[in-house]
Structure formats: C-alpha cells, structure tokens
C-alpha cells in the first residue's frame, strides 16, 4: 500500500466530486424515482403487512431523521471545512426547543420546524463567531469540548423547570391530520419524508448556486477566497447557522418520533454517530448523507443482533457494542474509503465505465 | 478559610493529573501538529491493564511500572502502524481517526472489563503526615509522583542526546534529517512517551474518580483547557496551565458553594465542572490562542 | 576507479511537475565541484535529489554505493552533509545544541567535545555565541551554524546550497576563506550550488552548467571561468 494514497484520493474527490451539479445531486430522474417510491412504500403495507410493519417505518422515519441530521454536519464540515465534532448540541437545542414548546405552550407539532430552525439558527451563528477565530484543529478541539459538556448543560439546575432536568419531558406522538386514515407511524414517515425531501432539496439550490460555490471555495482556499473577495466570516457564520438549522430540525423532529427527551441521549456518542454517518456516507455528498442516515441506524438497531453473533456464531465472549464497530469503521474507512461510500461508489462506477 | 485552602490544595492535586495529560497532548502537538482526542482514553487503558495486572497479584509499582512500559510500546506501535500511513492526509481524515481510536479503546476496555465501577487502590500510606488533613495522602502522593515525572521528562528533554534530537525532530524536521535525526522514529518515540506519561495520569487519577471507561472524559477536557490556557505549543506552560485549572476548577466550586450558602441562590457546583472547562477552552481559543505562555506563530502562507 | 560522487540520469519531481531532466555529472575525492547556472535551472533541486528529499528517479552514487532511493538521514550518516538553502537553523535552539544534533549518535563523549573543539576553530565567533538561541544569530552566523553543523557529522562530502545567500560581501569572502580551509584542512569535498559564479569559480576546480533542468556545459573551472561565451550566455556577467 502506498503511503500517500488515503490522502491524495481525499483531497481529490473533495475537490472532484462537488464540483458538477450532477454529483452534488446524482441524476436528477432517478431522485424522482426514489422519492416516488419513498412515498408509495407506507402504502405497500396493506398488501405486505409483515415486511412493511409499522416498526420498519418508524425506522425508516428515523434513518430520514439521521439523514438530515448528517446533511446539517456536512453543509459545515463537509461543503464549507469546519470541522464540528460537536453537532450533537445542536440536535439537542433542536429537540429541547420542540419539547418545551410542545410541553409549556402546547404548540402543535407541525408549527415548530420554523420556530426550531430560527432557534438553532441563532445558536449556531452566535456559535460560529469565535468559531471564526479557530482553525482546524482547534475548531474540532472547542465543538469537541461542546458535545461532552451538553448533557450537563441540559441538567443545569436553573432550566430543570423547563427541561425536567435529568427525568427530561415525555411527550405525545403527532397523529395524522384532517381525518387522514394513517396510523402513527405511518403519518410520521410521510411528516419525516415531505421535510427530508424539503431540506435535501433546499440544500441542492444552495450549493448549486453562488453561495455554494463560496461555501467551498472556502474550504479549498480560504485565503483565495479572501482575496476574490468573498465575504468569508459572513459566509462562515452563516453556513455554521444553516447547518446547526438542519441538524436541529432534526433534533425536533426526533422529538416528536420518540416522544421523549433527555439529557442522557445527547452525549458524546451522538457527535460521534453524525461524524461517522458523515464519513461513511461522503464527505460533501448529498445521497452520501441519505447513505450516512441509514447506516448509522443499521449499526445502532443490529448491534444486538450483531453482538449476538458474536458471542454464539463466533463463540467470542464480548458485548459488541455500536460504539466499537463504530471506531472501528472510523479507522478502517480511513484507509480502503476515504471518500465514504458515495464517493466510493462514484469512483468505482468511473473505473467501470473507462 | 481553611476549607479555602484545603480546595487550594486538592485543586493542586487534581492540577497535578491535568498536567501529565496536557503535557502527553502538548508532546504530541509539538512534534505533529496534532491533537490527540485519543489521549484521555489510551490514559484510560492503560490503567485498566495496571488494574488487570494487580487482580492477578502483583505488587503495585510493578503493575505501574508494567503499565507505564506497555503503554509506551503501545503509543509507538499506534503512532506507526495507524498515523504514519496518514502522514499528508487532510486534517478531517485524522481527527475522525483520533474519534475511532477513542472509541476502540473506550468500547474495548467496556467490552473486556465491562462498565461497571471498580475500585482502583493508591499506593500511599493511610496516615496523613500530620497535616490536620490539609490534604489528603494519596493527593499528596500523586503530586509528588507527578513532579517525579516532569523532572525526569524535564531531563530528558533538556540533558540527553536523545531528548535534543526529538525535539529538533520537532522544531524542524527537514534540518533534523539533515542532521543525520530518524524523524519518523522521533515522532513515534514522542507517542510512546505521552501514552507512558498519560498513564502515570490515569493510575493515579483512578483511586479518585474510580475506574470506569469514561473516567477520563473530563479529565481530558480539564487538560485541554490547561493546555491551551498554558499554550499548546509550549511544554512548561501547558503543566503550569494544568495546575491552573486544576485550582480554577476547585475554586468555582468553592465560590458556588459559598453562594449558595449565603445568598440561598444556586449558580454554579459540581454539576457544572464540564461546561466550566468549556467555556475556558472557548475563552481563551477566541481571546488568547497562543495561551499565556506560548508563543504567537506566524502562519506562512 | 569511479568517481567519489556519480550521478547519471537524474530525475527529479515536484508533484506532477518534472524538474530535473537526465542530470549527469561526476566529483573526484577531495574536489570542490559547483552547479552553476540561472533561476530555476535545478541546482537547489540536484542537491535536494542526492539526499532523496524529492522525488527522484536514476542513480547516484557515493563512493561506490548506490544511494538512490535511501533515507534521507541513511545518506547523511553515511558522511553526505547537506548545508540547506535558508540555514535550516533549529531557532530555539541553543548555538551548541544545534552543533550537537548533528553528533547525537556518537552521545555525550569526549569525541563529540573535540569535534565542537575542532568546529569552533574554523568559526570561533560561534564559540562566543555558544549558549545563545540560534534565532538570534546573524544571518551570516547563522550561515556559518549551518556549515558547522554540518561538519559534526563528520563528513566526506558537502553539499551547500547558495552559503552566499543574503549575506555581505565581506562575511561572504569571510565564509568562503573558511569552507576552502575546510576543504583541504579537513579533506572534505564539496558540491557547491551558487548564484554567484564568480565568486564559486574561484573556489571550485570543476564547474558543470545547468538550464532547465539539464547539464549544458561542464569543465574545469579556469576554462568555463575564461570562456566569453559561457560567461555571457549562461552567468551573465
């Protein structure tokens, strides 16, 4: 193995692979189809019942919500270079503000995205202006100390009247509207799906646009980009703002599917589960993210299975835990992926085709 | 008044364990410009082995002296074999590869020893010197044993043959090779050294906090912010600056106490010790990134 | 016999960008040699290649042993000390710790004491200076670091790399009388990249010509020194 290779293949298709429309969102036919079956699986439930159970759904639901929750880390990290290891705090301020609206003002669900979004708009932006300061590693170094101090903030003494300190608030599941005949989880799929498609779209415009190609142009060359007179602490703070935005809508959105939050489920294993959701989808790669989404929730909902493999088909005597497959894939993508799977996938269909 | 100074004491002890880790950090920024998020849980391990190596019955100091070479070898064995092939990667490729070493080694050690809270013995006798419980044995025992290490690593660095070629190694590599220096052994060596010293951290940490996977979380934060309050790029400040925020750390939760005491009104306490290190490491990243001792480097571009 | 240092089809690379092609030349033991030649002709990048600090393809050896392809401190230990362009000064260094960088092998030994004993001859302003930080030497001092660190790996071969860069004339001649002392109090052959042909054709006894790249003229210093057409063409003065 040659010593230079992990790195040159990053830096390459970093810069490759967001460079043409066409990768940023794939084929543009082939997202309709995928939509369209998104949308017509719940359906499927009434002729399949056992292979589209209502918990299959929710999971489903749930990948949607890690999707966005993804995308919002790699508009920052992975389409703009900063670094967050801490993104995980803005799931939480996401899904506290949906809690505490829901649970102090009874606001209905559905009026929260963009109470939610402005929210953890303004976190973020407040958030991204000393991060302007840090570069590189010590940006990952503060978002680092973040995501290990947010469940203590959550706990902090002088919230608990809104936050339920350690117990946190139980809340109730969003039920379908205008008489819709759907059941929980199946209105909460399509909920999750109509946003997913909404932000992953808004997203798309972005980058397309002029924005966009500031946002990595500033990645690339941040001092280039200084000189073509690019507004980069603009472009920084606002980028910070939009992706805490989409992680904390996701934050709410998890809210609402659980119903339930804590302080406990916004540790440190959350950052870590957005990070390697990032780079096992594909840093700056939007189907990478739908990719990271799902495989983060395969590996937190296999992991008993897994463990159970473990022990009685290996004849190992641990508990694997997510938490170890998860370092370990870290390390291993490193080497053979360092593009994560859709760039692995995409160098692997322009090897075919030459 | 005396409870003040008892906290002033303890806060030096607790300073004393964020000084090994911010040195172990600072040994590695120095010679690779990387942070080592992996530093508190390598800390970690490798107490777990000392534990592992006294259940089956052997002395104290030679669980610890084990440990301390185990670890070592371990340290140089990573720096070799999991970041050298990363040596040109993009700064995202080995932060993530740092969060995967954490994460093996926490989920590891979770795996093997299970979750569970252990005790972890100290090494120091009972009896307190007859210092009216000033402080306590075993924190006087690990300020001593950490003043130990920092002199015999101040040695090193500063007397030995070996000691000047790392850290010409990390001053500038190019010149270090053209002066006959294996660098790429220099670099591996510095591993080995803050995983050792790391160690000495988490063995004498664990008597404290008890032995548990995520024992080091805060103590790598408290470390951080030492570190960085100290400057990053310079060893002597990075101790100085541990034993800073060790005493800062006691000293809010003596001040919150005492407000809460005579106020009634509940700021700040234990509870907080987390978001306390973070709003120090934010504070003096975006006000004082060289830290207080280190040196403002000009970046070329 | 071979010649003390062979290189033959030297290539060297920055990236995808070819910056050497096919550079041959020889050095007799004991020799000064220079490399003469524009901006951007390879000098710096011919004594880079030699101790593999690029990439590099074809062959050089040194006292009958290939070396392509070695570490770059394998070829210094094995007596080639490369005096950089720039100094390559540790700054916050001690003067003597820099010396002794370059002798950490041999230890703390009374040996490595002569050598510094031997070094601060040849430069006794250095001794003066010995426990000051090296980044507040002068720049002709800390030239003059440069070539002494160099002479604690005891070496057989020098390359040096513009020594004049940056420096006053009179420091210049200073630092010259001494590398020719050097040269033959020592018995250390050396490989010298200069802009100044002048003053490097006085020094050397063989002179080799380089443009974009590759040899185009080569012989011993007193004929290139005497050639109008060469001066003009290629030193331009």
Redesign the interface.
Known sequence: MSTANPADAATASAAAVPASPAALGADRRWVWIVVAIAALLPLLQFVMPNVISDYRLFLMSTMMIAAIAVLGLNLLTGFNGQISLGHGAFYAVGAYTAAILMDKLDLPYWTLLPIVAAVCFVVGFLFGLPALRLEGHYLALATFALALAVPQMLKYKWLEGLTGGVQGIVLLKPEAPFGLPLSEDQWLYYYCLIVTVLLFWGAWNMLRGRSGRAMMAIRDHHMAADTMGIDTARYKTVTFGISAAYTGIAGALSASAIAFVAPDSFGFFLSISLLIGLVVGGVASLPGSIIGGIFTVLVQNSAQALSNFVKNDIGLPYDLSPYSVYGILLLVLMYVMPTGIAGGVVLAWRRLRR | MEQLIQQIASGLANGAIYACVALALVMIFVSTDHINFAQGEMAMFSTYISWQLIQWGLDYWVAFFLAVAISFVAGVLIERIVLRPLHNAPLLSIVVVFIGLLAICNSVAGTVWSYLIKEYPTPFPKDVFGMSGLIGAHQLGVVIVTLVVLTLLYVFFRYTPLGLAMRAAAQNPVSARLAGVRVDWMLALGWGLAAAVGAVAGMMVAHIVYLDPNMMAGILLYAFAGALLGGISNPGGAVLGGFIVGVLENLVAYLGNAIEKGLGVYIIGNGEKLTVALIIVITVLTLKPSGLFGRVVVKRV | MAAFLEVSGLKAFYGQTQALYDVAFSLEQGGITTLLGANGAGKTTTLRAI?N?VRTEGRVAFDNQVITGR???SI??LGV??V?EGR??????TVE?NL?????????SAEVKRDLDAVFEYFPRLQERIQQQAGTLSGGEQQMLAIS?AL??RPRLMLLDEPSFGLAPLIVQEIFRILRRINTESKVSMLLVEQNAALALDLADHAYVLETGRVVMAGPSAVVKNDENIRKSYLGY
Request: glycine share 6%; net charge positive; charged share 25%.
């Open positions: 101790c600090m570490a770059t401190e210094v230990r000390a490369h950089p390559g000064t540790f700054t916050t260094l710790e002794r960088i370059a002798a950490y092998t041999r230890g703390r660190r604690m790996l």
